[in-house]
């Protein structure tokens, strides 16, 4: 993507607290972002969240979410024996029109699984990527990908973190290509 510049936001250290999120989002608003890509997701609701990904909408920001990486259907609410939910995933789960939720696919166009697992029982188990009727735009590639890694280097990650970085790119280039249009219009 030629036309393309990156801002480069870290929303935390080691974990990703709420109020760290929130300032990326605004200040990625405020300093003309486009396209937001949101690599991470909990299973946890937020009211505020939302709130700031509606007003980056309303700013003429798409957001690419990854839709996360538990094997869960997005557009069911599942809670562990101890009563914590462990799906859906947000941000990827809001019902905003400027999300564009994704799952990951592996080289065969299906929804990915995990790189050496034993499919020869059927393979549900190996499946990592998230998905959902409702809650979940498309999958892009997400299996077997070849990265930049923290060190130096390059490695080979899963997950809808890597989807979502495809499509924040493909998303990029149409719009360097139709610089008028809306999210909605790039979602499209």
């Not at 935390?12 to 605004?26: F, N, Q």
């Not at 979940?136 to 970085?165: C, E, K, R």
């Amino acid at each position: 993507c030629p036309a393309c510049k990156l801002m480069i936001l870290r929303a935390g250290k080691e974990v990703l607290p709420l109020d760290a999120i929130l300032e990326a989002i605004v200040y990625g608003v405020e300093n003309g972002a486009d396209i937001i890509n949101m690599s991470l997701g909990a299973p946890v609701w937020s009211k505020l969240l939302r709130k700031a990904l509606a007003l980056a909408g309303a700013n003429g920001v798409l957001v690419v979410a990854a839709a996360g990486n538990e094997a869960r259907d997005n557009d069911q609410l599942f809670f562990s024996q101890f009563g914590v939910p462990f799906a859906p995933s947000y941000p990827a789960s809001y019902d905003l029109s400027n999300i564009v939720s994704v799952a990951a696919s592996n080289d065969l166009d299906r929804y990915a699984y995990g790189t050496g697992c034993d499919l020869r029982g059927g393979g549900a188990q190996c499946l990592f990527t998230n998905w959902g009727h409702t809650s979940v735009d498309l999958a892009a590639p997400g299996a077997d990908i070849v990265s930049t890694f923290l060190f130096g280097g390059y490695t080979t990650f899963n997950g809808t973190s890597m989807s979502a970085s495809f499509v924040s790119g493909v998303a990029g280039l149409v719009l360097s290509q139709n610089p008028s249009y809306s999210p909605g219009q790039v979602k499209n």
